[in-house]
């Protein structure tokens, strides 16, 4: 669920379209690549990344950053932070429909989750509740990375950095990455930040956490993720 967005005739007249041109997913993303992708392809030969190489999203709720990594060899290279402008709730992972929380684990992103036609300008999908979620009888659903700057339960990001990161997202799908992972911490879950929270009564999960979380933070790679005894489980991508 998330609150009001801007109204849809500011973004036609933004992006040159009658409103039901707008209306229309396919021309509203097709407008908004023209507007935006210059500007980042240009970017991209400045950092040394291929367009449509794979992208790996992180999100940390405390800091409200959005980092977008892309492929590079091997490894993956952070090409841009956002800052999140609206999130609600409080650390912790979501546990029950309606209670407010944005999700924390391991989720993923496929063509068939991507709405160019959303209420919120652009959007996607994370795919919540996954396996996990689900092991622990969590229940919520349609929570979204999308445009505006108001949410609740999901990441608002602007219509600006949305476009950017929904454009980003599109043309690594369209050259044949399958999904792009987005996966979602509490915070930075250095050693430091754990230490700080050993008290919480989320703390055993985060732990959890933590290990996909330094599994990123020391190959520069995504771990394959898999659910196993109500518990994530890492391992090689193959």
């Given at each position: 669920l998330t609150l009001l967005a801007a109204a849809p005739f500011f973004w036609a007249n933004d992006l040159n379209l009658s409103s039901r041109d707008y209306a229309n997913?396919?021309?509203?993303?097709?407008?908004?690549?023209?507007?935006v992708s210059p500007s980042l392809k240009a970017a991209f030969k400045e950092?040394?990344?291929?367009?449509?190489?794979?992208?790996y999203l992180r999100a940390f709720k405390k800091?409200?950053?959005?980092?977008?990594?892309?492929?590079?060899?091997?490894?993956?290279?952070?090409?841009?932070?956002?800052?999140i402008a609206g999130a609600s709730g409080s650390l912790g992972?979501?546990?029950r429909q309606g209670d407010r929380q944005v999700p924390e684990g391991f989720y993923y992103?496929?063509?068939?989750?991507?709405?160019?036609?959303?209420?919120?300008?652009?959007?996607?999908?994370?795919?919540?509740?996954?396996?996990?979620?689900?092991?622990?009888?969590?229940?919520?659903?349609?929570?979204?990375?999308?445009?505006?700057?108001?949410?609740?339960?999901?990441?608002?990001?602007?219509?600006?950095?949305?476009?950017?990161?929904?454009?980003?997202?599109?043309?690594?799908l369209t050259n044949g990455q399958k999904y792009f992972r987005i996966h979602l911490f509490p915070f930075k879950m250095n050693d430091q930040n754990m230490a700080l929270h050993q008290n919480s009564p989320h703390y055993p999960f985060w732990q959890n956490l933590q290990t996909g979380y330094q599994w990123f933070q020391?190959?520069?790679?995504?771990p394959n993720v898999t659910v196993k005894d109500k518990r994530y489980h890492f391992s090689p991508i193959q």
């Open positions: 997913g396919a021309k509203r993303f097709k407008a908004v690549s023209n507007k950092s040394n990344l291929k367009w449509g190489s794979p992208v800091e409200r950053q959005l980092e977008v990594w892309v492929k590079n060899g091997q490894k993956y290279q952070l090409f841009r932070t956002y800052p992972p979501k546990k992103v496929p063509q068939s989750r991507m709405k160019p036609d959303s209420r919120y300008h652009l959007a996607f999908n994370i795919g919540y509740p996954n396996k996990f979620d689900l092991a622990h009888q969590r229940t919520g659903d349609f929570i979204m990375v999308h445009g505006s700057r108001f949410s609740i339960g999901c990441l608002a990001m602007t219509d600006a950095k949305i476009e950017e990161i929904y454009t980003l997202c599109q043309a690594a020391t190959r520069k790679t995504p």
